[in-house]
Structures are given as C-alpha cells and as structure tokens.
C-alpha cells in the first residue's frame, strides 16, 4: 500500500534542504528502493515542509536509516513524521 509521508521542520532553512538533497543525491543507493515522488517548500510559518510518497511504510524507514547520518550532515534534525495510507497517486 502506497504512503504518503508528510514531514515539518520548523525552522529548517531553503539552504539546508538544497544541502542535505545534494548528499542524498550523491549517495550510492539514491534513489533508494520504493521512492515514489518528493516535493519540498516553505511551510509558511518560517519552517520547511516536505511531502513525499513511498511504496509502503517499510520502504520510507528503511530510507530513514540508511539517511539519518546524511540528514545529521546537512542540519536538519531528526523529526517524527506523518504516515497515512494513500489512495491514489498521480503522476505526470
């Protein structure tokens, strides 16, 4: 079942994101298996917030552990994510 992984970061920064992006993209394993699609912005209230879609749950926390030293690396700290069933994804 598809997920849809909404993650908050108050206070992360545009500079933060494009950095930590650039490592994960760099990894080896990038992208990593069961990645769907990604999509990142201001949140409004002077944060970041990033929405991505998975495969499945399992697929999104295996990304996590393999991520966590590249997300330690380009500041952005760790933050408990929202995972819901997706019904439908669509894509271009």
């Known amino acids: 079942m598809a ?3 909404t993650v908050e970061i108050p206070g ?8 930590t ?3 994960l993209k760099a990894a080896e394993w990038f992208p ?3 990645f769907i699609a990604h999509a990142a912005g201001p949140d409004g209230s002077g944060g970041w917030r990033i929405v991505d879609f998975w ?3 399992d697929a999104f926390l295996a990304f996590v552990e393999k991520a966590k030293p ?3 690396q380009g500041g952005l700290r760790t933050i408990l994510p ?3 069933e ?6 271009k």
């Open 32 to 34: 990593p298996a069961g």
């Open 70 to 72: 590249i997300f330690d």
């Open 12 to 19: 992360g920064t545009q500079e933060q994101y494009e950095e």
């Open 86 to 91: 997706a019904v439908s994804v669509i894509l």
């Open 82 to 84: 929202t995972v819901q």
């Open 21 to 23: 992006t650039r490592l």
């Open 55 to 57: 495969d499945s749950e």
């Open 3 to 5: 997920v849809i992984v």
